[in-house]
């Protein structure tokens, strides 16, 4: 069986925040940033992206549905 890499894509300025994602992740890819958007939240972003298996975890939990994951075969 093939192994998968994955890769995500958060549209930062529709992120709330509100850490699913981060909860979900069993990797630990996921962090809040430290910065903040244009309304005020701080944001999710891959802190750790060589970690990502591509789940989907984190995409299938958001509210907002702003996480995109990409998966490769390797």
Do not use: Q
Request: contains cysteine; positive net charge; proline residues 5%.
């Amino acid at each position: 069986m093939a192994k998968v890499k994955g890769s995500i894509v958060v549209d930062i300025e529709k992120c709330k925040g509100c850490e699913l994602c981060v909860v979900t992740c069993p990797t630990k890819t996921i962090a809040l940033a430290a910065e903040v958007n244009g309304k005020g939240y701080h944001y999710a972003y891959p802190a750790n992206p060589e970690l990502c298996i591509g789940c989907t975890n984190c995409a299938t939990v958001c509210p907002d549905g702003v996480i995109t994951v990409y998966r490769m075969k390797i």
